[in-house]
């Protein structure tokens, strides 16, 4: 039918449901082609960087400096890797690097060994499978590289102590004044004042206020995630018209922040930066069955409005906190689950290595997430930019070292690395997803388990007396080695989740400190068998406050490392904070680069507005509902996003707040609306996560031949902030719609607009669910299609359909006729094509 194709055009081009043609001013204010592709651009080659800092360059130095480098003093081949240009110019075989085309990337041809006459490095055995993928998808994001000329240009003894003296961010913030405005009707809070200064200072002028169901929209989006009722669109258009703007939107706000549902939307913004994941990620990608407890941690410390400095304490230091009882110990070695639920290469045998790579991905999570700066990539090297030597590097890595991470994974074929779990006090009603075993079970684990630890002493003689040219009491093959590791590790996996009497424990990922304090040396090169001379535990000298503080011998020095990241001098914790809060509602951050606040981040566009945040936000007591509450009820928040020629031409990237930008909502945000509006979200918590109900241990690679696991990894009616993050296999709602990578530190997510996601919106049966569920209510709801018109776009859009929408969507259904569904619905064909049309249009999944 000619209808139904001019539908299915509309979700192809990603169209707002039949608004072409008559109401092209709808699209006007969207942003082009080229503007998305720039914001696009910016954010791949932030993420893009950020890989190549941590992941890249690392191997770069280790692996390719001796041979390549100015810094050695040799180009073998004509080939040097120390700076953008060398290595994308390449020697005498032409470029290594290829930006954007893997396949012709001689450098990634070489690491790979799929060249005979050209391995490398040569006479070391091949880089590790996790590595030259990481090198594949640097060069498939475009081989975003900083170094460009920096090796030409900074001394060899640069620390980039330079940079604390002088870059913005690593200065405290300072109190400033709103600015005294003239003829200034239009501002009704301080953040306004900073706002319309800054405007006038560049002949702008901010926009009118949002229409109050526009408004109301984008507030419950920005603060629960969920879509307002057509009663709360009602009654707040009320309010406006009774009592005025300002009361209606306080009294809305007031009542959004003390909801359970602020918790889930504003944890998972946390949770994306905290890296969260269910599985180790990399190579083996072994479950976490046990970290939804951290999840849990984070929504109910949002909802409780815990502040943020503790928050951030119990994330570092948890374990090293005082308590009051029971449930307050659980609660806070949960907490540390932070620093524990990163990603694990246990395909790696080398347990230094292992561990080493764990110290650095928390330093690096720790760094980029709580003060935006990259330290982790002063692991190999002093930081080329910033005020981070290789120094203080290896003093937080003391830290780190002294601390035990107990994340949970067993040996098995699948992991080359065990990993204890950490016990938690027993609580009542206490929430256990693993099993028991009968006691008897219990004594003949145990018997198993010490027969097989005495077959591997034995084996560890034979292995001495072989080594001292004797003769050893019993033979063992490779393969009885194998038996006994891999016998034992599901054993010890088992026995650490039960006591004595074969009954259940709570158990949780987290840290706790070690038996030894350790002083890490200065790795040459990281190279974990090149040690230096040993550094004291402390923290970036470079970032300093008033008040003096040591580590205990007896400590690791986490608490003391959460005192120094939260202490009111510090320049970053506040401002990084506020910074990210302030993104989520309007689209960019004052500081673009919202995860780098260093010298190669952006510069903050109202510098005086971010410091009196930060200053008020510590005031105040850290608190993110007051920050929030201080934001959406700002005048600059009311704006519309309509598009005007002169400002767009003046401030093509809205960098000083003219209107609010359209913004297209997260895959949850999507995903959860649709279960609203069909009138099936289950609002309560469940137990758990799929990973701990179903999946438990079993490798990633292998859960596809699961049959109790649906194979969008979705299938339920719960929020979406309680679907498995499981690392390189999402459900396909989140990996679809620019999930945040949960491998990396991500603020800002991606956002892309490809046909994919028209296809899943046509085709998924997750989204034909929704579709039946929502004409259903309609058919429930009213008795004609006109009224049943008019309430579907109140509940997709919180609006009512315009004449031209009301004329084509009646003829549509019209058209369609009465024939019906197959499923108890009691709905027609043609109603639930209509449905799923609207909860695939643009308009749907873009707030104004």
Partial sequence: MLVRLIYCICLLSNSSLMLVADEPDKFSTSLSATETETADTSRTSDSGIELFESRIRPVLIKHCYDCHSTESGTAEGGLRVDDRHAIRTGGSRGPAIVPGKPNASLLLSAISHSDVDLKMPPKEAKLSRNVIRDFEKWIEMGAPDPRDGELSTIPGDWNGMQAAKTHWAYQKPRPSAPPELEDDSWSVSEVDRFILARLREHQLKPANDAKPQILIRRLHFDLVGLPPSPEAVNQFVATCEAKGIDQALTSEVDRLLA??????????????????????????????????????????????????????????AGDLLPYESDEERARLLIATGYLAVGTKNLSESNEKQ??????????????????????????????????????????????????????????????????????????????????????????????????????????????????????????????????????????????????EQGEPVPIAMGVLDSDKMIESPVYSRGDVNRPGDPVPRAFPQAISISESLSIPPDESGRRELAMWLTHPDHPLTSRVFVNRVWQHLFGVGLVSTVDNFGTTGAEPTHPELLDNLALKFIEEGWSLKTLIRKLVLSRAYRQDSSFRETSFLSDPENQFLWHMPKRRLEAEAIRDAMLVISGELDTTRPEGSLVARVIHEQPISLIGLDKRLPKDLDGSLHRSVYLPVIRDRLPDVLELFDFAEPSLVTGDREQTNVPVQALYLMNSPFVLERARGLATRLMNAADNDQDRMRLAYQLCFSREPDSFEEHYGMKFLAEAGEKKDDSQSGASIGLISFCQSLLSTAEFRNID
């Fill in 259 to 316: 909801s359970p549902r602020f918790g889930e939307r504003w944890g998972r913004h946390w949770l994306d930066v905290a890296r969260f994941g269910e599985s180790s990620g990399k190579e083996a990608n072994i479950p976490f069955p046990h970290a939804w407890r951290y999840r849990d941690f984070v929504i109910d410390s949002i909802n409780a409005d815990v502040p943020i400095d503790r928050f951030f304490t119990e994330q570092l």
């Fill in 354 to 499: 292992f561990l080493a790579d764990i110290y650095d991905e928390q330093i690096d999570s720790m760094s980029r997430g709580m003060l935006a700066s990259s330290v982790a990539c002063a692991r190999c090297h002093d930081h080329k930019f910033d005020p981070f030597a290789m120094r203080d590097y290896y003093s937080l890595v003391g830290i780190f070292a002294s601390t035990k991470t107990y994340f949970g994974t067993f040996v098995s074929p699948a992991s080359q690395q065990g990993g204890e779990l950490m016990s938690l006090p027993r609580l009542p009603d206490e929430v256990i997803l693993h099993k028991g075993v009968p006691e008897k079970k219990v004594s003949e684990m145990k018997e198993q388990f010490a027969d097989l630890r005495a077959e591997a002493a034995e084996m560890k003689e034979a292995q001495i007396a072989l080594f001292t040219g004797k003769k050893p009491k019993k033979v063992f093959t490779l393969r009885d080695a194998l038996a006994n590791i891999w016998r034992t590790g599901p054993l010890v996996g088992k026995l650490q989740t039960i006591n």
